[in-house]
């Protein structure tokens, strides 16, 4: 079984190139089921995500090549409406075809992703706003089966501003009869490179990155070329990365407006960040100061960046809070920290860190993908030797990340 070793105690210096969004270009791939004809799409970073994406592509018919952060996507020749469930339970995102299926060719059937790790998830939004547009739902051998002759526009008030119902909703409206709005929309900026891409495809839609989003049917959408935004997450783990080990990292390539959040709390937190022309300067040299965080969904402080917060904290003095509120049950890293010599309490959603002054390398278990680099940050600064093992996770979301960590002066390696 594959694990990681980090042997801590190194201060991160240099400079780490942020690689393409893995949730910016999992909707992305998706959207080329709308488009009859071969796109390109470019930045995509070498993730199990983004493969099973592809694959997911392959068995509904589409033809695909892909090198080198690049992938030729043609949906002209589609076959298939129905999604494997081999695939879909590796990745909840495979849901997102639903959408552009059922907006092009009248007809998708997605086997439900059922619980994961991190809480139930359900994909009660998406089904409820599909049902306005005009699909006919009805599940069946575990499967959710949409559907619909042409799927007409709505006005749309979604009961919680999903990231992946908007996407969804968003693709499918594209090519739907008139004008579609949805209300309470999520703002995340991968919603926006979403948008940016159907619209350069041919697609008329305004108010992505606000709660209201007013979609414009067109009859078809024509294939384009596009490079897909940096990814936020990954450059925030680094930051943090670069605090706890007070390090001096340029993190290379991010967008800093979309990390407005991390940086607050990292500067109220006493960490030096430095917006420099081709990236952020982070700088700690002191000690770090304790936090209270809640996680929200965009502009607030991101779900994905909980777990390494908390690696965070566990070595910083006194009490620091975290409040969950976005996911029921993200806090399965705390038991693998605490087996580290982390202090972390946990009472419903939110967790109570009580800074210890320094942790030591234990074997831990990866329970998911933001949960694994978590672990791995907190060997970056833990005595000896830290063993990370189910580090399938982890390659769902950071490319090379040993190779960065490493040139970062990290000592931590891949055992096969
Ligand atoms: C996306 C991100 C994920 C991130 C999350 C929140 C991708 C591929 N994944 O996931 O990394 O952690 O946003 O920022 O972009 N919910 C429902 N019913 C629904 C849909 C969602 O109850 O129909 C609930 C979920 O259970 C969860 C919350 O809403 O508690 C947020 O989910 P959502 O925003 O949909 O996240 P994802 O799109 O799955």
Redesign the pocket.
């Known amino acids: 079984m594959a694990k990681i070793i980090v042997s801590g105690r190194q201060t991160l210096i240099g400079s780490v190139n942020i690689s393409g969004s ?2 910016a270009a ?1 909707p992305i791939l998706a959207a080329c089921l709308l488009i009859p004809g071969e796109n390109v799409i470019s930045n995509l970073p070498k993730l199990l995500d983004i493969k099973t994406m592809l694959e997911v592509l392959k068995c509904l018919g589409a033809g695909i090549k892909a090198e080198n952060g690049r992938a030729w996507i043609d949906a002209s020749g589609i076959s298939h409406y129905d999604a494997p469930y081999k695939l879909v339970r590796q990745m ?2 495979s849901v997102l075809v639903m959408g552009p299926l059922l907006a092009r060719f009248g007809k998708a059937i997605v086997p439900l992703p059922g619980g994961c790790a991190i ?8 089904l409820k706003a599909l049902e306005l547009l005009g699909a006919k739902i009805i599940m069946h051998d575990g499967c959710v089966e949409a559907t619909a002759s042409r799927l007409k526009g709505q006005r749309i008030y979604f009961d ?6 908007t996407e969804n909703i968003m693709m499918a409206a594209c090519l739907a009869e008139g004008q579609t709005i949805i209300h309470d929309a ?1 703002l ?1 900026p ?1 919603i926006v490179d979403l948008a940016n891409f159907l619209n350069k495809a041919g697609a008329s839609i305004s108010g992505a990155g606000t709660s209201k989003i007013e979609i414009n049917g067109v009859e078809r959408l024509n294939p384009v070329e596009y490079n897909v935004i940096p990814d936020r997450i990954e450059a925030g783990t680094y930051m943090v990365a670069a605090a706890i080990t007070k390090g001096n990292v340029l993190i290379k390539g991010c967008i800093p407006s979309h990390l407005d959040a991390v940086i607050t709390k990292l500067r109220e937190a006493e960490v030096t960040i430095t917006e420099e022309p081709d990236g952020v300067r982070v700088e700690m040299s002191k000690e770090l100061a304790s936090l209270s965080i809640k996680t929200m ?1 965009y502009p607030g402080f ?3 960046m909980q777990a390494q917060f908390m690696a965070l904290m566990a070595t910083t003095p006194g009490i620091s809070i975290i409040v969950e509120s ?3 049950n993200r806090f399965m890293h705390v038991s693998e920290l605490c087996r580290m010599g982390a202090d972390i309490k946990v009472d419903g959603h939110t967790a109570l860190i009580r800074g210890v002054p320094s942790l030591s390398g234990a074997p831990v278990v990866a329970t998911d993908l933001r949960a694994s680099v978590a672990l791995i940050l907190a060997g970056l600064i833990a005595g000896g030797k830290t063993k990370v093992t189910e580090i399938h996770y982890l390659d769902r979301g950071y490319e090379y990340i040993e190779d960065k960590l490493s040139s970062l002066g990290a000592i931590i390696k891949r055992v096969e």
């Open positions: 893995k949730n999992l909840r995102a809480g139930l998830r359900p994909i009660d939004i998406h919680f501003p999903s990231v992946g119902a999520a995340e991968e969904p991101p779900t994905d976005v996911f029921e």
